[in-house]
């Protein structure tokens, strides 16, 4: 072996480096759970001055990488940080993502894939419980973000609902759509319109004051579709709407659904965690009818990114999504075979992403997520009622239902435009001082600021203070 593969290879080098890197995570986590002012967020650095750094970094490497990086991350476990949907990440996920990476073993085929594959049925099998469907006729699997979840979900919904072979002989001219909430993420119009089904593939219903997709819309939208020749295959329900969090109510979407023999998939990505949650799974009344839903574990399940499940009520579906004729592989294309999971997925090779999900539940079991989940969603109604009792700001919606809540800064001496203008600006301002993380979302076409309570370290007085930073900027706009 040559010295430089010798040296990459070098198991002493491996265990000092390795032990090196889990202190430097190991202060940086304690450091989290109660940083000082100086400790940011997130530093305010321009694209291209990052850019410049790291080109730098790359033609003279002095001085520790991991700690350079650390320093210019955006970190998910302050408690300032109250942003994006993305769970910060429990420990032992991330040495069970350590563990995998290193045999990184692909999950297309069992030959391959082994144990990281069993898991993964054993994973669908416990959502399938917590669902409410039956464990022995249920099937899924994990794959890589919501977005590709959703597609492949439809996919299955285009392939079950339409008789014709669209996947090796296309539309032959007929239009089909799907009807989804105004409020639907935007992978949903992008899996639809990858499907070739166009814009016209994409029919949205009105969502009523709570913004939760009005059922008592669909059949006059369904009709109007008829009228001009798309057939309507399915209906997607949110559970919740990624911009503001709205559940919306599942039961009279089935009874639609099944009324006109529809697919109906909830894309559960963000509230799906809510399985493990006594207090709040009254949210998701009506999943259990679901033909498909998908759940994303590093949302609000505390693991890393990507891992999203996509569970079907009747296993066989997903059977005939795709038609996967590697003879390298199996000899048999056609037949069923739940350990060879690259017969129902886009992917072939991915990540041995069951063992941080099972890692988690084996270690602590479902206590974790429900403990976790029910703190996040109770911090929700308490940073809605300080917002309420500060008096300057409006919400959408006066009792969010999830931890996702819109704000807006007001002012009664300005224009709707003008409000629009002060919040981006107080928002920027957030972004470059530091301190903490928001993000900002339309409501309406009105700007609000936007903020998602992931953190387990985040508390009260964090919320407070953000409304404090909001009130000083506005002073020196």
């Known amino acids: ?11 002493e080098s491996f265990r000092k480096n390795g032990y090196e890197l889990i202190d430097l995570l190991t202060e940086h986590l304690a450091k989290m759970q109660s940083p000082d002012l100086e400790d940011k967020v997130m530093p305010s650095t321009s694209p291209d001055d990052l850019f410049n750094f790291w080109k730098a970094d790359y033609e003279n490497p002095e001085g520790d990488f991991y700690k350079k990086a650390l320093s210019l991350f955006n970190h998910l476990h302050h408690p300032k940080y109250i942003g994006h949907q993305t769970s ?5 996920a991330v040495l069970a993502e350590l563990f995998s990476c290193f045999l990184d073993t692909g999950m297309g085929v069992y030959e391959q894939g082994h144990t990281g594959v069993v898991l993964e049925r054993l994973i669908i099998e416990i959502l399938s419980k917590k669902i409410g469907i039956p464990e022995d006729k249920s ?3 994990l794959t890589s973000g919501g977005t590709l ?13 339409i ?3 669209v996947w090796d002989q296309g539309y032959h001219g007929k239009q089909y759509a799907f009807m989804v909430s105004e409020e639907a993420h935007y992978s949903v119009s992008k899996a639809i319109q990858t499907m070739g089904l166009g814009s016209q593939g994409l029919i949205k219903i009105p969502v009523d004051d709570l913004f939760r997709l009005d059922a008592s819309q669909l059949e006059k939208h369904y009709q109007a579709a008829r009228e001009k020749g798309i057939e309507v295959i399915g209906v997607i329900a949110n559970a919740c709407s990624t911009a503001i969090g709205a559940h919306d109510s599942i039961h009279p979407i089935a009874d639609f659904c099944e009324a006109r023999k529809l697919w109906l998939h909830v894309d559960a990505a963000h509230g799906g965690a809510l399985l493990f949650s006594k207090k709040y799974r009254h949210l998701l009344n009506g999943i259990e009818r679901a033909d498909s839903v998908i759940i994303d574990f590093h949302k609000m399940l505390l693991t890393s990114s990507l891992v999203t499940a996509l569970v079907f009520k009747n296993g066989n579906h997903s059977y ?3 038609a996967q004729k590697a003879s390298y592989l199996w000899d048999d294309a056609e037949s069923s075979e739940w350990y ?4 129902r997925t886009f992917e072939l090779t991915k990540t041995t992403m069951s063992l941080r999900v099972y890692t988690l539940l084996r270690n602590y079991g479902e206590e974790l997520f ?6 996040q969603y109770d911090l929700g109604k308490t940073f809605a009622k300080l917002i309420e009792a500060d008096g300057h700001f409006e919400m959408p919606v006066e009792d969010p239902e999830s931890n996702i809540l819109c704000y807006r800064y007001i002012d009664k001496n300005l224009s709707e435009e003008d409000l629009d203008d002060l919040n981006l600006k107080i928002r920027a301002a957030i972004i470059q001082d530091g301190e903490y993380f928001i993000i900002q979302t339309r409501i309406r076409d009105r700007v609000f600021l936007r903020s998602t309570l992931v953190g387990p370290f985040t508390g009260e007085k964090d919320l407070l203070g953000l409304l404090t930073k909001v009130h000083a900027i506005r002073k020196k706009l």
């Open 149 to 161: 979840g959703n597609l492949t979900a439809l996919l299955c919904a285009r392939s079950v609902m």
């Open 320 to 322: 005939q999504t795709f």
């Open 88 to 92: 910060p990440v429990a420990p032992d």
């Open 340 to 343: 060879n999971l690259a017969k």
């Open 1 to 11: 072996m040559s010295d430089i593969l010798k040296k990459a290879y070098d198991p």
């Open 139 to 141: 099937s899924g699997f």
């Open 163 to 165: 008789k014709d072979d």
């Open 370 to 375: 429900e403990t976790y989940l029910d703190r």
